[in-house]
């Protein structure tokens, strides 16, 4: 494809986001990022669920993880790792054990997220300690947290996204998500939420919403 053409495609997508920045979905948008705001004060150990909430995510759908996440609640922090897996089994975890385990390791951390993320600052340096840190969190993972948490500086390439950019002609999906893939990507798509004078926390509360019709977290 020329350049001309992907030009136009990506105009086409903008365009998009316009319109919807436009509507009622902008008071959606700003309500939620309210709400990722809020959650960033809030002590460690709420970090931390959050953080769990992203763990149950990977390859599994984010409205059912945010039922799980309610129903848990606490036992994220608690519950034995037996137990733990039991819940999310019951509730309806594609991965319960393995997520659990996850989980169960990462609580070495429950109590001092507030403090490493303070101390390391940017949304690209957390996300590199967390992906290295931490099983089960991966670039879309650990970007998912941190947008949760106020930061604005990462994106979330899910397949969400990717297969939104894919419809509009702006890239080809990838077979592969590398990390070099996944920072292309979120390149492009800074370069969008400049042109549309967003930030990428809210421009993916957007994209969400151009491919499933809602605004989630």
Known sequence: MR??????KLDELLEAVKRLKRS????LVEARIREFKALSKKPSSELFKELCFCIL???????????????IGDGFLTLPESEL????RSLGHRYPRARARYIVEARRYAYAL????????????VREWLV??????????????LRNIGFTDVAIVDFHIVDLLTR????SRPKTLTRKRYLAIEQLLREMAERLSLNLAELDLYLWYLETGKVLK
Do not use: D, W
């Open 57 to 71: 995510t990977a390859n599994f759908n984010a409205e059912r993880s945010i039922r799980i996440q309610e129903a």
């Open 168 to 171: 509009y002609g702006v890239l």
């Open 85 to 88: 897996a039991e819940r999310l």
């Open 3 to 8: 350049k001309t053409e992907n030009a136009s």
């Open 24 to 27: 009622h979905v902008r008071q």
């Open 132 to 145: 290295e840190n931490i099983r089960g969190v991966g670039y879309k993972e650990a970007s998912h947290f």
């Open 114 to 125: 507030r403090r490493l993320v303070e101390k390391l600052g940017s949304g690209s340096t």
